[in-house]
């Protein structure tokens, strides 16, 4: 008597090869049996014409927070994803020595773009190693199953407290370091994660600490998982990451590498395919660099009073400086109006906002009477209320005190040469970023969007590479074992879906943070149900109330 029979699913087994159909047996947390399966089972699931794929692997969010008051990970688990790599770009939250507790949060709540009075009133900090905050996790249990990172700027802070977004570590101070590594290593972690990108800034503007580290201190760092002989660095590049230095780091400590974020920015279109090229090039050399890529547009919020994206025009420039009474007479001004449209109609070259508003949508509005237009882009509006959307965005923005949140997918938008990075041979489809930027955005369902837009809709690889690339892929290079293939004896971690429905519902806006904040999520179509570890947590509308069958993932 098995515990769980899954009849006549479309297995897509998560290593590439044909779809065929098979029953699946679960016996406790693994797959028991996968063929023509005579036994009976206490709980019996017709799959006819459903796909059945391993669950999806995100090895890119930041749910080092919300797991310690949110055992679902939620959104993750209801769009596919059985396990979470959490504390990336160096943003674990621990270590924390009590003293830097509200450091870490301010620094984190910038960063990540989440809200502090909701990490305030929702971390549980009874730890203060890794060792601990592992340990934490693993008693508050989780629904996915989740590995960590012990992050970089954690680290530093840990060690150099408010010094560390300020200067260099000296030697002791290096030494002290590389010892929280390796414990860390020793407890558990699954890689020692960094960020040198200039976008990544904490609490009133300072520079995330890891960028303040020299090439020896990510030397030294790094040797740290070295020693371990498993562990994966994962660094968020800057504009003048060094491949050569990266691929080193790969060879000296025999490690994965692993470059955050190889997205397409139309300002610079060499640097993301030099970056996946670079890899492709090391890989043959036998080193093991790699590169994130996303299947979703990167976008970022703005508002009227700091619009980032109009910022590179002429016209906008003598709007730089203005308080917000001086900018709306302006913005209510038809000479002003006119000027700028026209602008926008012959854009010069190097800007990253080409006047495609299908690209700008509206993120959040203040006042209430707005919100049915949340999500919506421009361009649509634009068309159903007969305005141009110049009068568009500066009447919402005007009616709404000028804190109307927009949202312009800048980066990562043109979709030949997205569709060239998912297919490359040396990137990892990822990126999710789940857990963090929480106020504008949800990519928490990128498996979704790649098995349904970029499958299903543009036919850019087959269904059974796609889910290769979710599963397998990212477990063998994170050396996560028996997770992301559906064979006999593995864990029972699956997703059974809908290959001809699947997609990602509409943005929209829940009040369910701590502290009665509220976040942005997208909920899945065409998911019929995911298991962890053999249970059933979510059945296609909502998640199981069980005791929680994740678990953490140490190295
Ligand atoms: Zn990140």
């Known amino acids: 008597m098995l515990d769980t029979i899954i009849r006549g699913a479309h297995i897509a087994d998560g290593s590439g090869k044909s779809i065929y159909q098979a029953d699946l047996g679960i016996m406790g947390d693994k797959i028991a049996e996968i063929g023509n399966i005579k036994a009976s089972a206490k709980t019996i699931i017709d799959a006819n014409g459903l796909i059945l794929s391993p669950g999806f692997v995100d090895v890119h969010t930041h749910y080092d927070a919300q797991l310690t008051w949110d055992k679902y990970a939620s959104p993750s688990p209801s769009l596919g994803a059985t396990t979470v790599v959490i504390g990336n770009c160096g943003f674990s939250i621990a270590p924390c020595p009590p003293e830097q507790r509200r450091r870490i949060s301010n620094n984190l709540a910038e960063v990540e773009g989440m809200s502090i009075s909701a990490l305030e009133a929702g971390i549980d900090w009874n730890f203060e190693s890794f060792g601990e905050y592992i340990e934490l996790l693993e008693r508050k249990g989780s629904y996915p199953n989740v590995a960590c990172f012990v992050g970089h700027s954690a680290v530093r802070t840990a060690v150099l407290g408010r010094e560390a977004s300020e200067r260099l570590a000296t030697d002791d101070e290096l030494l002290i370091m590389s010892q929280i590594v390796s414990e860390s290593m020793q407890s558990g972690a699954i890689g020692f994660s960094s960020s040198q990108s200039l976008n990544h800034n904490g609490a009133n503007g300072v520079p995330m600490p890891s960028r303040l580290a020299s090439k020896d201190e990510f030397k030294s760092l790094v040797a740290a998982i070295g020693e371990c002989g498993h562990g994966v660095f994962q660094l968020t590049v800057g504009p003048h990451a060094e491949m050569s230095f990266l691929e080193d780091i790969a060879q000296e400590n025999n490690c994965i590498v692993m470059m955050t974020a190889a997205l397409h920015n139309e300002a610079f279109p060499d640097r993301a395919i030099g970056m996946l090229n670079g890899a492709l090039d090391a890989q043959r050399r036998g080193n093991g660099l790699w590169a994130q890529v996303s299947c979703q547009p990167l976008s970022m919020d703005f508002s009227l009073t700091s619009a980032f994206p109009f910022q590179p025009f002429e016209a906008w420039k003598e709007l730089g400086k203005l308080n917000k009474t001086e900018l709306s007479k302006i913005l209510k001004s038809i000479d002003y109006r006119q000027k700028f449209k026209k602008e926008l109609m012959s854009p010069a070259r190097g800007k990253i906002f080409y006047g495609d508003w299908s690209k700008v949508s509206i993120a959040q509005v203040s006042s209430r009477k707005f919100q049915d237009m949340e999500g919506l882009s421009i361009s649509e509006l634009s068309k159903q209320l007969d305005k141009h959307p110049v009068d568009l965005v500066f009447d919402i923005a005007l009616n709404d005190n000028l804190e109307t949140i927009f949202n312009a997918a800048l980066l990562n938008s043109d979709e030949d040469v997205v569709a060239d990075f998912l297919i490359h041979e040396a990137s990892l489809i990822s990126l999710s970023d789940a857990g963090a930027h929480l106020r504008y955005m949800c990519d928490a369902g990128y498996g979704l969007h790649l098995l349904g837009h ?102």
């Open 454 to 555: 970029w499958v299903r809709n543009k036919k850019i690889m087959s269904l059974e590479d796609a889910i290769r690339r979710l599963t397998t892929l990212p477990a063998s290079l994170f050396n996560i074992k028996d997770r992301g293939h559906l064979l006999p004896g593995k864990f029972a971690d699956l997703v059974l879906f809908d290959k001809d429905e699947i997609n990602l519902g509409p943005l929209k806006r829940f009040d369910d943070l701590p502290n009665g904040e509220s976040r942005m999520m997208r909920e899945p179509i065409g998911v019929e149900g995911v298991w962890v570890n053999g249970q059933m947590v979510f059945d296609g509308k909502q998640y199981k109330n069980i005791p929680s069958p994740g678990k953490i993932l140490r190295a």
